[in-house]
C-alpha cells in the first residue's frame, strides 16, 4: 500500500507539470520579440506592394479590352438607389477609414501584429482580384467609362501613376468583379472588429460608414452591386483565415 500511495504522489505531482508545459491554445498568446514580428510586418507590406503592382499592371490590359459599345448590365441598386455624384464620394469614405486605422494601429500594442495580418490579407484579395477581373470584361456601368472613355497612351506611365496615388489617378475601367474599394473598407472594419472588440460605439459608427461607402459605391455607378457583395464575402473569408504571426502561416499551410 505504501508503495501504491507513494506511485500515486509521484502521478499527481507530473500531471501539473506536463499541464504547465503544453502551449497556449490561443496563438495570439504565443510569445514574439517585437523586432521579429516587424520583420514580418515588413514582409507583409512587399507583398501587398507586389500584388498592387502586378494588378494595376494587368488592369492596363484589361481597360483596353472593355466592351464600350455594349450598354450597361441591369442593376437592382442602381434601379433602388439614385445616381451620385461626383465619383470620388468611395474615395473619401474609404480615405477617412484608412486614417481611423492608422491612428488605431498607432496606439495599439499589437501594431506589428495587425499591420501583418491586414497586408497578409490585402495582398492576397488582390491577387485574388487580378483573377476574376481578367476572367470576364463586363459592361462598364453608367459612369465615365461609359460617357468619356479614353485609351492608356503608356501603360508604365499609368501603372506607375496608380502607385503613387493609390489607384486614384491612372485610368482604369472595367475593372468591375470585384469591387477593390469595398473589399478595403471591409478589410479595415474587420481590422477594427477583431482587435479593438471592446471599442462598440467606434465599431458601430465604422461599420455604418462602410455601409454609406458601398451606396457610395453604387449611387456614383463605379461599380454594380454583384461586384460589392462579391466583395465583401471574399474579403470577410480572406481575413479570417489569414494569421497575424510567422507560426499562424506555417499552421495554415500544414
Not at 49 to 58: A, G, K, M, Q
Not at 61 to 68: A, D, G, I
Request: include cysteine; aromatic fraction near 14%; glycine fraction near 4%.
Amino acid at each position: 500500500q505504501q508503495q501504491q500511495q507513494q506511485q500515486l504522489q509521484e502521478h499527481a505531482i507530473e500531471i501539473p507539470l506536463i499541464i504547465e508545459e503544453t502551449p497556449h491554445e490561443n496563438q495570439h498568446a504565443l510569445p514574439h520579440s517585437t523586432k521579429r514580428q516587424a520583420l514580418y510586418a515588413v514582409a507583409s507590406i512587399g507583398y501587398f506592394l507586389t500584388s498592387s503592382t502586378i494588378l494595376l499592371t494587368i488592369m492596363n490590359f484589361v481597360h483596353e479590352r472593355v466592351p464600350t459599345s455594349v450598354a450597361p448590365l441591369p442593376d437592382l441598386g442602381h434601379e433602388i438607389i439614385r445616381k451620385i455624384q461626383p465619383e470620388f464620394l468611395g474615395d473619401v469614405v474609404m480615405i477617412s477609414l484608412f486614417v481611423c486605422l492608422g491612428v488605431a494601429v498607432l496606439l495599439s500594442r499589437r501594431r506589428f501584429y495587425i499591420l501583418t495580418r491586414f497586408f497578409l490579407a490585402y495582398g492576397t484579395i488582390y491577387f485574388l482580384r487580378i483573377t476574376t477581373i481578367s476572367a470576364t470584361s463586363l459592361p462598364v456601368t453608367e459612369n465615365h467609362c461609359y460617357y468619356k472613355y479614353e485609351h492608356i497612351s503608356s501603360f508604365a506611365w499609368n501603372t506607375f501613376l496608380g502607385l503613387i496615388t493609390f489607384g486614384s489617378a491612372n485610368k482604369h475601367c472595367g475593372d468591375l468583379m470585384f469591387s477593390g474599394h469595398t473589399a478595403t473598407m471591409t478589410l479595415i472594419l474587420l481590422t477594427f472588429w477583431c482587435y479593438f472588440t471592446r471599442r462598440y460605439i467606434l465599431n458601430f459608427l465604422l461599420t455604418v460608414l462602410v455601409f454609406i461607402g458601398c451606396v457610395f459605391i453604387i449611387g456614383t455607378r463605379n461599380h454594380y452591386s454583384i461586384d460589392v457583395l462579391v466583395a465583401f464575402y471574399l474579403t470577410t473569408c480572406v481575413y479570417m483565415l489569414t494569421p497575424d504571426h510567422w507560426d499562424g502561416i506555417i499552421s495554415k499551410l500544414k
